[in-house]
């Protein structure tokens, strides 16, 4: 037995790679995840229209962070700018109320400042008391910043989390079939030998590329019309934006992370190596996407690997079109970096398969020999 035990640690200890996932991948995700997982919202992107909007403005206390204070601007543009996801609160304030609009489809943002305006407005029993007690023919004057704000949810008026969690998993599930299912693709023809018949076959690395991507492709945007279709049904999750536009996305993201699972698949010697790195890249998406946890509320150090990844991109479109409604116009970065993610990994992809697929003497001896057998 003790010679099984040794003979297990040496062939461990060869294998680099198993090696680094058990040791160094457990301490990465610990660090990782624990500056991710976090649902406290620290700062609240506001914008403040109206004729009181600079004093307004000046009054906000944290978490609020006044990007804008615009005295002539309407609550119909107020509200674009809620559609667009540039603010997630738009306070319209004038000499007499105060009114506050909520983005719901970013549902811990909108918790959150429903939750600060709530403290903000504790006065408000005082200020009732104040003028109950005030004698006849005597006035109160109390200033507009003072005055508790009248909130309004849009997009999610009962900040249900299925509502905005049911977008965003229509992604995951296109990440695990994307990544995970492509990803061992290129590995079992290197494992059943027809890799190097396609060696010699005459087609060039984007061929075999496209050939491997096209299959998972069509069943991939089944599933997700069926999601999408599950997920209105059932849980009541609204449509305002778009279907065309959600479907390029979806579609643009899909070929994103397919591109990434053949990747995978091209630098794997196995199915085991295969699923790992898989694996590698998916539970950092789900976690760091702004799927579960917030962006706003991840450490600086640890929020720029959520501008990498692209389900980061797909629920920032998914919520946008489904919950807001937003135009094209308004989603063109997340579409561009889209695109830009596209370009680098089938780049990387047809770049290996040139590597995989290049013609030499012991191949063609190997695929001769299988061809006659």
């Known amino acids: 037995m003790w010679a099984m035990v040794v003979k297990e640690f040496r062939q461990l200890r ?12 457990p301490v990465m995700l610990l660090v990782i995840f ?18 009181q909007a600079a004093s307004y403005a000046k009054q906000l206390h944290s978490p ?60 408000r029993a005082l200020l009732a ?18 005055l508790p704000p009248k909130v309004q949810v ?3 008026p009962g900040l249900k989390t299925d509502v905005v969690m049911v977008p ?52 991939a945007a089944l599933d997700l019309f069926i999601v999408l279709i599950c997920g209105m049904l059932l849980f009541g999750v609204p449509m305002h934006g ?3 536009l959600l479907m390029a996305g979806a579609l643009l993201f899909l070929f994103v992370t397919l591109s990434i699972g053949v990747l995978i698949s091209s630098v794997s010697q196995n199915q085991g190596q295969a699923i790992q790195l898989a694996m590698m890249t998916i539970l950092p998406q789900i976690l760091l996407s702004g799927l579960i946890f917030p962006l706003g509320s991840m450490a600086a150090g640890v929020r720029w690997i959520a501008y990498i990844l692209p389900l980061t991109y797909f629920v ?31 780049t990387l992809a047809t770049l290996r398969f040139r590597r995989l697929l290049s013609p030499s003497p012991l191949r063609a001896r190997r695929a001769g020999a299988r061809s006659l057998s």
């Open 14 to 25: 060869r294998d680099k790679r198993t090696l680094a996932m058990m040791i160094v991948l």
């Open 34 to 51: 624990g500056y991710a997982a976090s649902f406290d919202v620290s700062k609240i992107s506001a914008l403040v229209i109206g004729p």
């Open 64 to 123: 609020f962070d006044p990007v804008r204070a615009v005295p002539g601007e309407s609550v119909a543009q107020a509200k674009k700018d809620l559609q667009s996801g540039t603010v997630s609160i738009v306070f319209v304030a004038d000499e007499h109320s105060i009114r506050a609009l909520i983005d719901g489809a970013d549902l811990f943002t909108a918790r959150a400042a429903e939750a600060a305006i709530g403290r903000a407005a504790s006065p």
């Open 129 to 146: 008391q104040l003028l109950a007690a005030m004698p006849p023919g005597h006035v109160l004057l109390v200033p507009t910043a003072s």
């Open 154 to 156: 849009l997009y999610n």
């Open 168 to 219: 965003g998993l229509a992604g995951v599930i296109l990440v695990f079939i994307g990544t995970l299912i492509a990803s061992l693709g290129v590995v079992r023809e290197r494992q059943a030998g027809t890799l190097e018949q396609l060696a010699v076959m005459p087609l060039s690395p984007w061929d075999v590329l496209i050939g491997k991507i096209a299959p998972y492709f069509i069943v």
């Open 242 to 244: 778009s279907v065309p």
């Open 316 to 346: 920032e479109i998914s919520r946008a079109v489904m919950l807001r409604g937003a135009p094209f116009a308004d989603l063109l970065a997340p579409f561009g970096f889209l695109a830009a993610l596209g370009a680098v990994s089938v």
